[in-house]
């Protein structure tokens, strides 16, 4: 192990309570910047779980995989009831208004429009 130089440690190693090496294979997933984030996912995951996934999942995919397993936390976090499907449901939600909202505002620029044509 190559010592850590200027980085500080990653996140699992933090809460395996050993030291980062310099090429830490989960130093680029889950930097010391989101300590804050993977609290809560080590909460509902356990560091274990993490790294059980990060090893099975093909290195294309670690960096999405990342993201989700820190989302997932965050989103149980926010929402302890729910969490990640409450989120898809909050945003599927919006979605829907957001579609009403445009469905509304091309009727009225199709009346607009025909109100134009009249007038020529």
Known sequence: MEPLGDRRPCCVCITKNR???????????FPY?????????????????????????????KQMLATSIIMEGNAWT????SGGFGMVQKIMWK???H???????????????????LHL
């Open 19 to 29: 030291n980062c090496p310099r090429f830490c294979e989960y130093a680029e997933y």
């Open 33 to 61: 910047e989101l300590r804050s984030h993977y609290e809560s996912t080590n909460e509902l995951f356990g560091t274990p779980k993490i790294i059980k996934m990060m090893r099975h999942a093909p290195e294309e995919k």
């Open 78 to 81: 926010n929402d302890p009831v």
């Open 95 to 97: 979605i829907m208004l």
């Open 99 to 117: 579609k009403a909202y445009l469905h509304e505002l091309e009727e009225k620029i199709k009346e607009e429009k025909e109100k134009i044509e």
